[in-house]
C-alpha cells in the first residue's frame, strides 16, 4: 500500500499566502477508485473526524494487511479550509456556498475553480460520499440523502452503510449546483451523508459512520472479501417526501426541546416549547403531528418565525 | 383618482408581512401601494432583497414620496394612472444590520423563491413577496452587484420575450444585457416571476455596502421615463437628454479575469468605451510593492462593471466588457450569479 499527501489545487491569495487543498490518496491494488469529501462547509466538522477515522483504519490496514486493499481510496477531508480555518460556513472572501457552485469552471472566480478541481479530481470513482454536518442549528441522525433522479443507482448502495435513515427525496432547484447532483450527472455515484450539527464533532456517529463505509467499499471490491469489518449495527429506515413532517416554529422566541434526538414519537406527543425570554410566558407547545421517529432536531435555541425546530419521519399510516 | 377617492386615501402605507422577533418587538416587511386602489397593480417595483444593496431602497423610498406627491396633487399637472407597489426593502432586518443576507441564519433571500408560507422564515418572506408582486403585470427587482464589483446602472433580462425586450428599452439605462436563465438564476425572484407570466425585468445599478449618488440619480430617472412611457404616469417629464440604449446578447459579455493576485488599482469609470488593447489597471505585489502586471482588454466595447476592491485573488474578476460582437463564453455565466 502506497500512501501519499499530495496538493490538487493552489491559488494565490492577495497577499504573499495561497490557498492550498490536498488529498490524501492510499493506493492498493488495480481495483475500484473510492473517494470520501468533506468540509465544503466551513461550519461543518464532521466529516474531518470520519476521514480521520478512515484514514487511522487505513494505516493499520497498511501495517496489518496491505494486501487487503485491492484498490484505491481518497480523501478530500476540507474543501473550503479558508472557511474551516476562520469558522465560516460559506467560502471567505467571496461569502458564497461552495457547494452552490459545482461544477464549477477553470477560468471562473475562485469557488468555481476549487468546484472545478474537484469535479476533475473525483469524476470516474466508483463512489464519493460527501459527507455534511447539517449546519449549526440543526442535529441530525446519520443518514443518506438521495435526488429522486439518481434512487436507482444509490439506493443501493446506501442500504448497507451502516445508516439510520434513507431520505429519498424530490427534485430542488437550488440543489442542482451541489457537487453530489454535479457528479451523479456525470455518472459517478456520489452520496450526500448529513450527521451530528454544525462546529462540533459527534464520535458516536463518526464510528458508526465509518464502519458502513467500510462495509461499502468491500461491496465494491476496494477492500478484500474476507478482510474482517465489524458488523453493521444499524439498518435504515426509507424517508420520502410523503412521510417526512416538518415541524417550523410559528413563532419566535427560545425553543427548548423535551424530547431526545431519534426518539420514537406518539401523535401528539410534545417535543418541546418556544417560551419568552423576556416573561415567565410558554408562546408556543410544539407536538408531534403523527406518530414517527424524530430525526432532526434543533440543536441552537433562538427562533424566528419559520426557523425549522424538527423533522419526523411517519411510521404509521 | 378623482377628489372623493384621493380625500379617502390612506397614504398607501401597507405591511407585506408582520413577524415575531425571539428577543426585541415585532417588525414589519413594509410596502407602499400608490395609484388607484380598485383595479389590479400593473408595476410592482422591489429593491433590498439583499440587505447591502443600498441603492435601490434609497430610490424606491424616493420614488414612492414623489408618487405621493403626485396621488396628493402636489404636482401640478402629473397623475398618476395606474396602480403601483414599491417594496423599497424586503429584508428589512439585513439593511438594518448592513448584511447581504437574512442576518439570523445566513440564507440569501434571492436563492429561496418561489418560497413557502408555511416554511422557514426567508422562504415565508419570499412566498408573501411572490404573492403580492406576481398580480402586477410588469415586476422589477433591482439590485447592486456585491461590495467588491460596481456595475453600469444596466437591465438584464433572462431568455426574455419581446415584450420584455421592449419594456426593458423603456427605461432608457445604458445597456440591456441578456442572460441565459441557467442555474445560478434559478430559486430568485426574477426566476419565479418568469414562471407565472407577465414582464420581469432585473436592474443592476453600483455595487452594494455604500450608496453612489450618480447611479441614484440616474436610476431614479430610468424609473420615472419607464412610468412614462408605459402609460402609468402623465405630465412629468424630467429634463435629461435621452440616451443611447445598447442591448448585448448573452454572448456578448466578456469577463476580464486576472491570473496574478495582489493589489488592483484602477481610474476607470463604469460606462467608458474601450478600444482593444486599452488600459483597465494595474496589478501590484502586495507585500514588496512592486508592478506585478498591468491589465488591458483584449476587445473593443462598453465597461459594464470594474472592480472597487483592490485586494485580489488569482483568478478574481477585475472587469467586464460588452462587445459588439460575439466574444463571451461559458466562465461568464458562472460570474453572473454572483451580486444576485
Do not use: H, M, T
Given at each position: 500500500m502506497r500512501i501519499r499527501q499530495e496538493v490538487f489545487f493552489a491559488l494565490e491569495l492577495p497577499y504573499r499566502e495561497r490557498l492550498v487543498l490536498e488529498r490524501t490518496i492510499y493506493q492498493g491494488g488495480g481495483g475500484p477508485r473510492v473517494a470520501v469529501v468533506s468540509g465544503i462547509h466551513g461550519d461543518e466538522l464532521e466529516g474531518l473526524f470520519v476521514c480521520h477515522r478512515l484514514a487511522a483504519s487505513l494505516e493499520r490496514l497498511g501495517k496489518e494487511r496491505p494486501d487487503a486493499l485491492l484498490g484505491q481510496v481518497e480523501l478530500y477531508p476540507a474543501l473550503n479550509p479558508l472557511g474551516l480555518d476562520t469558522l465560516q460556513r460559506a467560502m471567505p472572501i467571496y461569502g458564497v456556498d461552495l457547494n452552490r457552485n459545482f461544477p464549477g469552471h477553470r477560468a471562473g472566480l475562485l469557488p468555481h475553480r476549487v468546484a472545478d478541481a474537484a469535479m476533475r479530481a473525483l469524476a470516474g470513482a466508483s463512489l464519493v460520499v460527501d459527507i455534511h454536518a447539517s449546519n449549526i442549528y440543526l442535529r441530525e441522525i446519520p443518514q443518506v440523502r438521495i435526488a429522486k433522479a439518481f434512487e436507482a443507482t444509490l439506493l443501493r448502495l446506501a442500504r448497507d452503510m451502516n445508516l439510520d435513515l434513507i431520505w429519498v427525496h424530490g427534485a430542488a432547484t437550488v440543489l442542482e449546483n451541489t457537487i453530489a447532483h454535479s457528479l451523479n450527472t456525470i455518472g459517478t455515484p456520489c452520496l450526500v451523508v448529513e450527521m451530528g450539527v454544525g462546529m462540533r464533532v459527534t464520535p458516536v456517529f463518526a464510528e458508526q459512520v465509518v464502519i458502513g463505509i467500510l462495509h461499502a467499499w468491500q461491496a465494491l471490491g476496494v477492500l478484500a472479501e474476507d478482510l474482517e469489518i465489524e458488523p453493521n449495527a444499524h439498518a435504515p429506515l426509507i424517508a420520502h417526501d410523503g412521510n417526512v413532517h416538518y415541524l417550523n416554529a410559528e413563532v419566535s422566541g427560545l425553543f427548548v426541546p423535551s424530547a431526545a434526538h431519534w426518539m420514537a414519537l406518539g401523535k401528539g406527543q410534545l417535543l418541546g416549547r418556544i417560551v419568552s425570554p423576556l416573561r415567565g410566558e410558554v408562546l408556543a407547545e410544539v407536538r408531534s403531528p403523527v406518530e414517527g421517529v424524530l430525526f432532526t432536531l434543533r440543536e441552537y435555541p433562538l427562533v424566528y418565525?419559520?426557523?425549522?425546530?424538527a423533522r419526523i419521519m411517519e411510521t404509521q399510516r | 383618482m378623482n377628489e372623493a377617492e384621493r380625500s379617502a386615501y390612506d397614504g398607501g402605507e401597507r405591511v407585506l408581512l408582520h413577524m415575531t422577533a425571539p428577543s426585541r418587538e415585532d417588525f414589519d416587511v413594509p410596502y407602499h401601494d400608490l395609484g388607484p386602489q380598485h383595479e389590479a397593480p400593473m408595476l410592482a417595483l422591489v429593491a433590498g432583497v439583499h440587505g447591502d444593496e443600498l441603492n435601490g431602497v434609497f430610490v424606491l423610498s424616493r420614488l414612492a414620496s414623489f408618487l405621493r406627491k403626485v396621488v396628493a396633487g402636489e404636482r401640478a399637472g402629473a397623475t398618476l394612472l395606474r396602480r403601483v407597489l414599491v417594496v423599497?426593502?424586503?429584508?428589512v432586518l439585513g439593511v438594518n444590520t448592513r448584511s447581504r443576507n437574512w442576518p439570523f441564519d445566513g440564507t440569501d433571500v434571492n436563492r429561496m423563491f418561489p418560497g413557502y408560507d408555511g416554511g422557514e422564515t426567508t422562504q415565508r418572506i419570499a412566498a408573501a413577496l411572490l404573492e403580492l408582486t406576481t398580480a402586477a403585470r410588469w415586476r422589477i427587482d433591482i439590485h447592486s452587484s456585491n461590495v467588491d464589483f460596481e456595475e453600469l446602472p444596466q437591465v438584464r433580462l433572462y431568455a426574455p420575450s419581446g415584450e420584455e425586450r421592449e419594456a426593458a428599452r423603456w427605461l432608457g439605462l445604458p445597456a440591456v444585457v441578456e442572460r441565459p436563465a441557467t442555474p445560478p438564476f434559478h430559486a430568485t425572484l426574477a426566476s419565479a416571476w418568469r414562471e407565472r407570466g407577465g414582464g420581469a425585468l432585473v436592474i443592476q445599478a453600483g455595487y452594494a455596502g455604500s450608496m453612489q449618488p450618480l447611479h441614484c440619480e440616474r436610476l431614479f430617472r430610468a424609473l420615472v421615463d419607464f412610468f412614462e412611457r408605459a402609460g402609468l404616469l402623465i405630465g412629468v417629464r424630467l429634463a435629461e437628454p435621452e440616451e443611447d440604449v445598447h442591448f448585448f446578447g448573452p454572448r456578448h459579455s466578456f469577463p476580464i479575469i486576472s491570473e496574478h493576485a495582489g493589489w488592483f488599482v484602477s481610474r476607470l469609470e463604469v460606462g467608458q468605451w474601450l478600444q482593444a488593447g486599452e488600459m483597465v489597471g494595474t496589478i501590484y505585489?502586495?507585500?514588496?510593492?512592486?508592478?506585478?502586471s498591468e491589465v488591458h482588454t483584449p476587445i473593443s466595447g462598453l465597461v459594464s462593471g470594474i472592480r472597487?476592491?483592490?485586494?485580489?485573488?488569482?483568478?478574481?474578476?477585475v472587469a467586464r466588457i460588452l462587445s459588439r460582437q460575439e466574444v463571451g463564453d461559458v466562465a461568464d455565466t458562472y460570474l453572473m450569479g454572483h451580486g444576485q
Open positions: 418565525e419559520g426557523s425549522l425546530l | 423599497p426593502a424586503v429584508n505585489d502586495g507585500f514588496s510593492g512592486e508592478l506585478r472597487r476592491q483592490p485586494l485580489l485573488c488569482e483568478g478574481d474578476l
